[in-house]
């Protein structure tokens, strides 16, 4: 897979001073990246019964669809307070600066059902840590948090540690 880290992209100081931004971007535009990345990341899971794909808005969309579809597993989408049109399921989770809530349908997921969880980027966790509350709260098994990268120096996978978790590239 090294031959994919050359399509993220750094960008110092973005969205905001300090922050190196990992823009997966060309990644994205890359036919052959994405067909080898989406075959890496179900690989990291491995022959497992799936029901449900969970995408974190907005970039854990891109590859958690491409996953579920591998799987014929439905796709499921948490989002961003306020933007979910159903009744949802809510938790409120840490950001830099205080405080972000991330919601899904309260019909997503049926009790037992075998998930996975996958973002973009797992950096300090806290995102991650509120989707699988989520998924508890609806009766969810979580059968693994999949990240396309981890920022290991942040140490993210702490507050995700009673469950399965991979990585593709880490930095
Ligand atoms: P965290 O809750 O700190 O683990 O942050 C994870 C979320 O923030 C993911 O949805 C990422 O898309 C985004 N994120 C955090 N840090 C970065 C980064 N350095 N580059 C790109 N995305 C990031």
Known sequence: ??????????IH???KPGVLFKDISPLLANPKAMHDCTNALYDL?????IDKVIGIESRGFFFAT????????????????GKL????VAESYELE??????????????KGD????H????????????VCNLVEKLGGEIVQCNFLIELVFLNGKEKIQEFPYAALFKY
């Open 13 to 15: 100081d973005f969205p």
């Open 45 to 49: 899971i491995g022959d497992e019964r």
């Open 97 to 110: 600066y205080g405080n972000g809530i991330l919601e899904i349908h309260e019909d997503a997921i049926q």
């Open 66 to 81: 491409l996953l579920a579809n591998k799987f014929d597993a439905g796709f499921i989408p948490v989002r961003k307070s």
């Open 1 to 10: 897979m090294k031959e994919f880290e050359s399509f993220i992209r750094d």
């Open 85 to 88: 049109p159903y009744k949802t």
């Open 114 to 117: 075998r998930v996975v969880i």
């Open 119 to 130: 973002d973009d980027v797992l950096a300090t966790g806290g995102t991650a840590r509120a």
